[in-house]
């Protein structure tokens, strides 16, 4: 089982970016999917969750200006982010609970830089 994510990028304050994260490989079902990210210097922190059945949840810093949906058909999580800011600037990682065979394993995707930045 591979995560994959992509969509980081350089955008001004302000702008938007969407991230998307597929799953891939011998699934048979998938749980929560999360969107972390650990700014330079900082650790690692969960942003936002999205459960199997759609409910959400988002760290108050992101409330209001993050959205975060899946396509269970895709086995893809996205993170649309609007009203960047710089203290947004950090590596973004995704991370699901996911059922393979028998077992649920929790898996990070590689990482997508985001840079807030005039």
């Known amino acids: 089982v591979q995560l994959q994510a992509s969509g980081g990028g350089l955008v001004q304050p302000g702008g938007s970016l969407r991230l998307a994260c597929a799953a891939s490989?011998?699934?048979?079902?998938?749980?929560?999917m999360y969107w972390y990210r650990q700014p330079p210097g900082k650790q690692r922190e969960l942003v936002a969750a999205i459960t199997s059945g759609g409910n959400t949840n988002y760290a108050d810093v992101v409330k209001g200006r993050f959205t975060i949906s899946r396509d269970n058909a895709k086995n893809t999580v996205y993170l649309q982010m609007n009203s960047l800011k710089p203290e947004d600037t950090a590596v973004y990682y995704c991370n699901a609970d996911i059922k393979s065979g028998y077992y649920v394993r929790n898996y990070w995707g590689q990482g997508t830089q985001v840079t807030v930045s005039s």
């Open positions: 490989g011998s699934i048979s079902s998938i749980n929560t």
